[in-house]
């Protein structure tokens, strides 16, 4: 098994990966996949729970797997938000809606890639790990 990238964490810590994720059994099989491979993942399943884990780890997070559809506050307004404090974190959308117009407002931000639901475990570790080492 191949081990995570290591950027933007303590020497010797697993990479942490914020995971925000409102179904249960989609959040809970990216975690697992993840986990397998030696991340550290938090787990949010509402954009304001997101938004507040954030603040409390964009310094030591490697990475955010965002959906756009959290209840409470949407995904892209955690994105907009979360620039205001960590305009480098990778961030990478899980949607659905590949509308033009979605694709372009999100990846033409900074750090942003878009990873089209439904998607198999090797394109998210893939994504995965191409936005960890972009970041370094």
């Known amino acids: ?3 995570p990238a290591t950027s933007r964490t303590p020497s010797g810590c697993a990479p942490i990966v914020i995971v925000a994720e409102d179904e249960p059994t989609i959040g809970e099989m990216i975690s697992m996949l993840l986990e397998e491979r ?7 399943r509402d ?6 884990l954030l603040e409390d ?3 030591t997070a490697a990475a955010l797997l965002l959906d756009l559809g959290l209840p409470r506050l949407g995904g892209a307004e955690v994105l907009r938000r979360l620039r205001g404090f960590a305009p480098e974190l990778p961030v990478i ?3 659905g809606d590949q509308s ?3 694709m372009a407002a999100l990846t033409s931000q900074p750090a942003v890639s878009l990873l089209a639901k439904p998607f198999g475990g090797s394109a998210l570790r893939s994504s995965l790990a191409l936005a960890v080492s972009a970041s370094r």
Do not use: F, I, N, W
């Open 1 to 3: 098994m191949s081990s």
């Open 38 to 44: 030696g991340y550290d993942v938090r787990l949010t």
């Open 47 to 52: 954009g304001v729970e997101c938004l507040r």
């Open 57 to 59: 780890a964009h310094h």
């Open 93 to 95: 959308v899980m949607s």
């Open 100 to 102: 033009p117009a979605t």
